[in-house]
Structures are given as structure tokens and as C-alpha cells.
């Protein structure tokens, strides 16, 4: 795997893990009454996974573009 690919892929793995520790974090901490809200729901069950994922993708995304702005050019 070229190294640029496998160092996106790692950051972007890092920012999901962080995501789904913090949409647990909000979930645990009943911010807005979310898990009585969920588990109210019919479709509970879909919804908190497509929260979880939602929550992975925004923070795997956020994390992989943060550590690429970071990368500094080389000077040749």
C-alpha cells in the first residue's frame, strides 16, 4: 500500500475511533435525553447505528484532513 494511502487510512481510523468515544460519551451522559429518545423508537435500533456511524464518519473525515493540512511540503 503506497505510504500517503496508509497514512490517510490510519488518521482516518483514529478520528472514527474518537467519533464513536464521543457519541457514546453523549449517550452515556444523556445529552438531550438521546437514549430514551432512541429507545422509544420503533427503529431504534437502525437509527443509533447510522448515529454511530454518522458520528465515525464526521470525526474519521475531520481527522484525516487535519493531519494532511499538517503535513508539511518539502523544499526541493
Known amino acids: 500500500m503506497p505510504r500517503l494511502l496508509s497514512f ?3 488518521q ?4 472514527a475511533v474518537m467519533g464513536l468515544a ?3 460519551l453523549l449517550l452515556w451522559a444523556n445529552v438531550g435525553n ?5 429507545a ?12 454511530f456511524a454518522q458520528g465515525a464518519l464526521l470525526f474519521g473525515t475531520l481527522g484525516m484532513s487535519v493531519a494532511l493540512m499538517n503535513l508539511s511540503e518539502s523544499d526541493e
Open 8 to 10: 490517510m487510512l490510519r
Open 34 to 38: 438521546l437514549p430514551a429518545l432512541l
Open 22 to 24: 464521543f457519541a457514546q
Open 12 to 15: 482516518f481510523c483514529n478520528g
Open 40 to 51: 422509544s423508537d420503533p427503529h431504534g435500533g437502525a437509527l443509533t447505528g447510522f448515529y
